[in-house]
């Protein structure tokens, strides 16, 4: 089995900053790709980030220029550096590992970030 670890989540003030990592273990095919989805209370979850193990990456809209996404292969963690953080940032964030060979989706119980005014 596939096993994603989260950690960093926490309460930070509006305008600061928080790392959260993510460590998958397991059986991992190598070509894969790890991101971050986030679901805030009375809201669908949504994507946040992606970064594939080549290292293309992807953001949402909301966070360009805030977060950062990356990743060290050699352990299978992925990382999500998130700085000017607002009040609408606050949900619980979920890590995912995608294997798009077999098409399975492998999911972290989540972390919360509270991020007050």
């Known amino acids: 089995q596939v096993q994603l670890v989260e950690s960093g989540g926490g309460l930070v003030q509006a305008g600061g900053s928080l790392r959260l990592s993510c460590a998958a273990s397991g059986n991992i095919f190598s070509d894969n790709a790890m991101g971050w989805f986030r679901q805030a209370p009375g809201k669908q979850r949504e994507l946040v980030a992606v970064?594939?193990?080549?290292?293309?990456?992807n953001y949402a809209d909301s966070v360009k220029g805030r977060f950062t996404i990356s990743r060290d292969n050699d352990k299978n963690t992925v990382y999500l550096q998130m700085s000017t953080l607002k009040p609408e940032d606050t949900a619980v964030y979920f890590c995912?590992?995608?294997?798009?060979?077999?098409?399975?989706?492998?999911w972290g119980k989540g972390t919360l970030v509270t991020v007050s005014s």
């Open positions: 995912n590992l995608h294997i798009g060979y077999y098409g399975e989706d492998y």
């Open positions: 970064i594939t193990s080549g290292g293309s990456l």
